[in-house]
């Protein structure tokens, strides 16, 4: 009888495998067959749960991408005005006093840039030695105090006001230094009437004009051409590009100060790459205005 029992389950069992006699499927060969695969509702929740979780991963992996590239992309347009305006304060704290002006509505500035300065000799040594710069008539030559940095070339400009009575921009106070002068006599070419003392016996020698202007897009620096009265005309100058960016606004100011305060220059500069990403820099340079 046991063996009976047993022969009946071995042929049970190899009906299920090879599907020898359809009509021989029990419940317990179905419910092995429904074992081996997924129904479609199934396979519908996991698509969904992967996708939620594919979402999930992409938000937790560019958000921080994306602040990374727009930090870096702010870092760049302000690194680019705060060098353009490092240099640009070290070549306002070499301005000549009262030669700083703005032009084109906020735009440009413009100032003298001195290279060198010292003290005339406006009396006689207790030998009675010395030249001294006169101010009666037209001088052509005089000493200097003390010696200067180098040998002086370029301008010579004394008691500069900003004014129509002393304005290096119009050459009433300014005069051109020889090439035989040293650094302890400077020797004028021609000779020059300077219509006005310093009470201090100060000079200041001028080697160029400096103008920063925007434009296009570009901060761009310009030197090394004629002092004029009126603004130069930066059309037909050749320039150094100091920053660029697809939107450049600047806006400048000059305080002028009294004589008890020094002026102020104050410096503007906003920057907008092609993003639409911006950064704006504020700088604030204090100048000597005592000639």
Known sequence: MRQY?????????????????????????????????????????????????????TDIITLPVKSYIDLERRTT?????????RRMQRDIRRALPNSIRITAGGTAIEWLHTSDGGRYRAELASDGTGNILKF???DISFDVLSPLIAVPSGKLVIYNLGTSTADAYTGNNLANIASTSTINSIVLSPAKFFPLQSPQQRFFIVDT???????????????????????????SLGYDLQAKANTLACNFSYDSGTATRAGLVTLEITLTDEVGESARLIHQVHVDNMP
């Open 5 to 57: 029992i047993r022969r009946q389950a071995e042929n049970k069992q190899d009906s299920c495998q090879y599907g020898e006699a359809k009509a021989s499927l029990s419940l317990g060969c179905q419910v092995r067959s429904n074992s081996n695969g997924f129904t479609l509702l199934e396979l519908i929740m996991v698509i969904v749960i992967v996708g939620i979780l594919a979402a999930m991963t």
């Open 77 to 85: 347009l302000v690194d680019s005005a705060e060098m353009a305006l």
């Open 136 to 138: 009666i008539s037209a």
């Open 209 to 235: 004009p400096i103008t920063y202007s925007c434009a296009s897009g570009e901060l761009r620096r310009y030197d090394n051409y004629s002092i004029t009265s009126a603004a130069p005309n930066l059309a």
